[in-house]
Structures are given as structure tokens and as C-alpha cells.
């Protein structure tokens, strides 16, 4: 099953005010890392997506800068200099966190014990429908 059949068959939540390809290119810059091919095809197509108790953060036309995926991931990046070059996509619980590399693979970066950072071996869609999965 891809995401596009998952989000078309299940009750998945999106965002309705969505960002140009220019808006995406700002984000690029303002957080100073390239987005992959699913990263960028997310952004444009979904903003974000939720469902049951899993969201992922996104970027929206109504709160740009201010959308949780700019924020979180300047935070990460502050905090946490392993995670510079990743964007953020989800807050798994306990310090834990799901990011994105610019070849669309999600890493999840563990803030204990100096923010390590473990592959997951999937690709932006696989992951997201993986977490979806789960919370059926």
C-alpha cells in the first residue's frame, strides 16, 4: 500500500492552506538545508499529515516561518549540533525525534546522552505510512 492510497482509504488529516515551490525555496534557505524529492512532494501536496495519534510537523501557508517544522528544527539545531543538515518531521516522546536528511531518509535523533543519531532505514512515505500503521 503507497501513503497515497493510505491517506485515500483512512480518516488522515492535512493541511488545506499549502506552500508554493518559492515558499519552499525560502524554508530551504532559512533553515539552510536542500529538501529531498518525498520532503519537498510532502510539503507542496500535504503541508503535513496526522492520523489517529501520530503527527507529523509540516509548514502551511497560514503560519510559514512559524509552522512547526521551521520551528522544531531551528530548535534541534540549536540544541542539539548533531541534528544540523536534518529537518524535523515528528516528536516521538521522551527527547526522542524523527528527522528527514535531503536524500529523504528519516533518522531518529535521540537528544540523551549527546543526540545520537540512528537510521531507520526508510525513505520519508515509508516511514510516515510504517507510523500510521501502527496507530490502526
Known sequence: MSIKDFINNHEVDFSKNKVTINDLCEYENKLG?????????????????????????????????????????????????????????????????????CNDFVWELITENGAKLNNSGLKLYDYILSRFKIAM
Open 33 to 101: 538545508i536542500s529538501f529531498g524529492e518525498q520532503l519537498k512532494e510532502y510539503i507542496l501536496e500535504y503541508g503535513y499529515l496526522g492520523y489517529s495519534n501520530v503527527e507529523m510537523y509540516g509548514i502551511n501557508s497560514s503560519l510559514k516561518l512559524e509552522s512547526d517544522m521551521v520551528k522544531q528544527t531551528l530548535y534541534l539545531h540549536k540544541y542539539y549540533p548533531n541534528s544540523i543538515g536534518y529537518i524535523a518531521l515528528e516528536n516521538i516522546g521522551e527527547g526522542d525525534y524523527a528527522v528527514v536528511d
